[in-house]
Nanobody, 117 residues
Framework: QVRLVESGGGLVQPGGSLRLSCAAS????????MGWFRQTPGKERELVAF???????NYADSVKGRFTIARDNAVNTVHLQMNNLKPEDTAVYYC???????????WGQGTQVTVSS
């Protein structure tokens, strides 16, 4: 069982930055892919970014150039650096992991990000 714990959410003004962290209970070296999702009430969950064990990354078009996903294998953590935040980035952000197959089987509890003046 892999446990994921997100942190770093909060309230920020438009144009500001936040850094989300996802700590895993096992070495992230053993995890195939870790991703960040977000969800707003009334909308479908959206894949924001993911990073593979080979450090390949992908981003949703809506966040390209503003968000960066990175691994810190030494502390079993994945980060999402969010810059130039916009009100439409407001959502609950979830960390998720693919471990033994090509499905996001493990999820964190979510952390709230609110972008507002």
């Amino acid at each position: 069982q892999v446990r994921l714990v997100e942190s770093g959410g909060g309230l920020v003004q438009p144009g500001g930055s936040l850094r989300l962290s996802c700590a895993a209970s096992t070495t992230i070296f053993s995890i195939n892919t870790m991703g960040w999702f977000r969800q707003t009430p009334g909308k479908e969950r959206e894949l924001v970014a993911f990073i593979t064990s080979g450090s390949s990354t992908n981003y949703a078009d809506s966040v390209k150039g503003r968000f960066t996903i990175a691994r810190d294998n030494a502390v079993n953590t994945v980060h999402l650096q969010m810059n130039n935040l916009k009100p439409e980035d407001t959502a609950v952000y979830y960390c998720a992991a693919k471990v033994f197959r090509e499905e996001y089987d493990y999820w964190g509890q979510g952390t709230q990000v609110t972008v507002s003046s």
